[in-house]
């Protein structure tokens, strides 16, 4: 079955450190890769998103990700983090069954 | 767009007292998920439709739970009976998803069941 593995449940930095999230898929067909952010109290919102071309993808708030199809990741970054950061970030793998599978989430808390 | 709408946006009841979440998808959307979070299980599909027909329903917990979608405006998820151990936010999403390579999925603002 497919599954999505988020490395990092919780991390803490302080605001201008840099951001790097962790993600795994098990699934080794055509897939398309999908990052969203969950802010406090808030819904699931899409940071960014790959299926084809680039695999360095360009999302809102200065957010990047990397699509490196031999190891199955699809790591999120950010130079430099501010408290706004603060939010739950989850990773989301296509299935080809029409659904995406979502990673448990990474808890990120920025300190001012 | 309003984007997806769902009611209420919080629900407080008893035990053994019926449930229903509403959604009203994006229009145009031929997708529809519900999905469930809780801090010990975090993120989880509930049901998908596609053109208003359930395609995957593995992960509805078990019969109490039951989903409709009886038109492309329009869906329902209905918890009879509620037990204390269905308290969660509910989102629902929908999707251009028609049939290809899933697409992007656009969340609703939830609906924070409490269940006494």
């Known amino acids: 079955a497919q599954s999505v593995s988020q490395h990092n449940h919780h991390v803490i930095l302080s605001e201008a450190a840099s951001l790097e999230l962790g993600c795994n898929y098990s699934y080794g067909g055509t897939v398309n890769l999908f990052w969203y952010v969950q802010y406090p109290g808030q819904h699931l919102q899409l940071l960014l998103k790959y299926f084809s071309g680039d695999p360095l993808v360009k999302g809102i708030k200065g957010f990047e990700a990397e699509f490196i199809k031999s190891k199955f990741s699809f790591n999120l970054r950010k130079p430099s983090v501010q408290w706004s950061d603060t939010a739950e970030y989850f990773c989301?793998?296509?299935?080809?069954?029409?659904?995406?599978?979502f990673g448990q989430g990474t808890t990120l808390q920025v300190k001012p | 767009d309003a984007g997806v709408i769902q009611s209420p946006r919080h629900e407080v009841t008893e035990m053994g007292q019926e449930v229903t979440l509403r959604c009203k998808p994006i229009?145009?959307?031929?997708?529809l998920f519900w999905y469930r979070q809780t801090m010990m299980r975090g993120l989880e599909l509930l049901i998908y439709f596609n053109n208003n027909v359930p395609i995957d329903d593995s992960g509805m917990p078990e019969d109490r739970f039951s989903a409709k979608m009886p038109n492309a405006s329009f869906s329902t998820l209905k918890i009879q009976p509620s037990e204390p151990r269905d308290s969660a936010v509910y989102f629902c999403?929908?999707?251009?998803?028609?049939?290809?390579?899933?697409?992007?999925?656009?969340f609703g603002p939830g609906t924070r069941l409490t269940v006494l």
């Open positions: 999403a929908s999707s251009p998803y028609d049939g290809g390579a899933p697409d992007t999925q656009y």
């Open positions: 989301a793998v296509s299935s080809n069954t029409g659904k995406l599978i």
């Open positions: 229009s145009g959307h031929n997708s």
